[in-house]
């Protein structure tokens, strides 16, 4: 079993104001503030959710 590799992501800008679809893209990433970090995996998925939203992330 290969161990996946993950991306740390950071809320940098506020949610508010944002078109709904681009916020449940945060909350899909599991991201709930400003400032936020998780780390997600690599999948198709989540590299979608983070290329909707780069504006608003920093991604490491």
Not at 10 to 34: F, N, V, W
Not at 38 to 49: A, F, K, S
Request: net charge positive; glycine share 6%; aromatic share 2%.
């Amino acid at each position: 079993m290969s161990e996946q590799k993950k991306i740390k992501v950071t809320l940098k800008k506020s949610l508010i104001g944002r078109i709904e679809s681009h916020r449940a893209c945060a909350r899909g990433l599991g991201l709930r503030r400003r400032e936020h970090t998780v780390e997600v995996l690599d999948t198709p998925e989540n590299r979608g959710m983070i290329n909707k939203i780069s504006y608003l992330l920093e991604v490491e």
